[in-house]
């Protein structure tokens, strides 16, 4: 692991929260967002990884005996995991570490995939890195993310004051992230991405970007 990335610290209270607030929300969330992810996660190959798998939301979108390579380092999120890629008919290996050092052999993935997590990570810039080395070439990391509004907006000044308590609340993370453009710099033959909006209760998170960069 890069010396700058310290261990996930899990809190006793935000760790069981989180867990629990994404197996509740998980159905809204999924339906605000639903359609970005069937784009971007359509006729994904057998064996995947996951940055981030959480409490198994992503799990839908793989076929019936699929294979899911879980880069989850957050504990309380283990248990709903296993259950939920139980009841998918999907082949789990879950692995305890930070997306900014998998340890998965170099050119080692068809496919990586993300969604609302390059917001939490501590250097988003070497979780990028980090992808581009486990993927073969002509593999793809597609991601469903949140990012920072466009500057001087309303959704703008929102994220500002609120991203102290949201981070906290939040497992570090941040809503003030230009991901699209860390994703334009990191290196990849060819990035598509598109911009999009929800409207939704949770404004500072309404601003979104999905799309696919290709090894």
Not at 149 to 174: I, M, N, V
């Amino acid at each position: 692991m890069t010396d700058n990335i310290t261990a996930f610290e899990l809190h006793r209270a935000r760790g069981p929260f989180n867990a629990a607030f994404f197996s509740m929300m998980g159905p809204y969330i999924e339906w605000n967002v639903r359609r970005h992810k069937q784009r971007v996660f359509a006729d994904l190959p057998r064996t995947v990884v996951e940055l981030g798998s959480g409490v198994g939301a992503n799990l839908r979108y793989l076929r019936p005996g699929s294979t899911l390579i879980a880069i989850e380092p957050n504990l309380p999120m283990h248990r709903r995991l296993r259950a939920a890629a139980e009841r998918r008919g999907v082949h789990l290996d879950l692995r305890d570490r930070l997306a900014e050092d998998t340890g998965l052999p170099a050119g080692s993935a068809d496919g990586v995939i993300s969604s609302l997590v390059l917001c939490t990570v501590t250097d988003p810039a070497q979780v990028l890195t980090e992808v581009r080395r486990i993927l073969r070439p002509g593999g793809t990391f597609r991601f469903v993310e949140h990012v920072v509004a466009p500057a001087g907006s309303p959704t703008r000044a929102l994220q500002r004051a609120l991203r102290r308590p949201w981070a906290w609340t939040f497992e570090g993370c941040s809503c003030e992230r230009d991901l699209a453009g860390l994703l334009r710099a990191a290196g990849f033959a060819r990035v598509e991405i598109e911009p999009y909006r929800l409207h939704s209760p949770f404004i500072t998170f309404n601003t979104q970007i999905a799309g696919v960069a290709h090894a």
